[in-house]
């Protein structure tokens, strides 16, 4: 099975702080994503990436930086969290698009509350 | 620009009943994939079913199936037999394959299974 792993499921973080959320995948997935999820918005894509030290902006970057340096890893970075930055984010991964039916494959989350 | 919209927030159906959950989008693509994700309460989010617009024929799952109706671009996912566990919330997806990274995603609807 298709494993991907966040490394904090909640986290409080005070507001100016930096903030780290990490991400692993173990199927070789050249793709990956960071998501954020809010109550009547659904999922908006805040970077992907879709090769080692490769990204590309979402619909949502202001605020946030990401940094792939291995393939497995992927990782989301608040430079000075606020308190609306408050949020479930949700790490994601895949193999490329041109892979027929590919599926993206979801880790749990993390809870994110910034005071 | 692609849209996926999901305009029931919320849904109750009695055990053992079948619910139908609506999403429809928009997109001027031909060739595309639909999927259903669900997220149980503080569970990981995992595939339920996926469709590619080019088969005719609609996807089945189990207790899970879709009514796909590409003229009207719908994408209803029907759950027959429903269980406690099938409460969840409900994510319908778009991906071209044109080969683009993203996935668009509806703003969910929240199924509750009543016993």
């Known amino acids: 099975d298709v494993k991907v792993t966040q490394s904090s499921r909640y986290l409080v973080k005070r507001t100016g702080e930096k903030v780290f959320l990490e991400c692993v995948q173990d199927?070789?997935?050249?793709?990956m994503f960071w998501y954020r999820q809010d109550p009547g918005l659904g999922l908006r894509l805040i970077y992907f990436?879709?090769?080692?030290?490769?990204?590309e902006k979402g619909d949502i970057p202001e605020g946030y930086s990401v940094s792939r340096e291995k393939k497995e890893r992927f990782s989301l970075i608040l430079e000075s969290a606020s308190t609306n930055q408050t949020s479930m984010y949700l790490c994601?991964?895949?193999?490329?698009?041109?892979?027929?039916?590919?599926?993206?494959?979801f880790g749990e989350g993390s809870w994110l509350t910034v005071v | 620009a692609q849209t996926v919209t999901q305009s029931q927030p919320e849904m109750s159906v009695q055990e053992a009943e079948t619910v139908t959950l609506s999403c429809t989008y928009d997109?001027?693509?031909?060739?595309?994939?639909l999927f259903w994700y669900k997220q149980p309460p503080s569970r990981q989010m995992i595939l339920v079913i996926r469709?590619?617009?080019?088969?005719?024929q609609n996807a089945t799952e189990n207790r899970f199936s879709v009514n796909f109706q590409k003229a009207a671009k719908s994408f209803s996912l029907k759950i027959s037999d429903s269980q406690l566990g099938d409460a969840a919330m409900y994510f319908c997806?778009?991906?071209?394959?044109?080969?683009?990274?993203?996935?668009?995603f509806g703003t969910g609807t929240r199924l509750k299974v009543l016993a």
């Open positions: 990436s879709y090769d080692v030290k490769m990204k």
């Open positions: 997109t001027s693509e031909s060739d595309y994939y």
């Open positions: 199927m070789d997935h050249e793709n």
């Open positions: 469709q590619e617009a080019y088969k005719q």
């Open positions: 994601a991964s895949s193999f490329p698009p041109a892979t027929v039916g590919n599926t993206i494959y």
């Open positions: 997806a778009y991906r071209d394959t044109s080969g683009t990274y993203k996935y668009i």
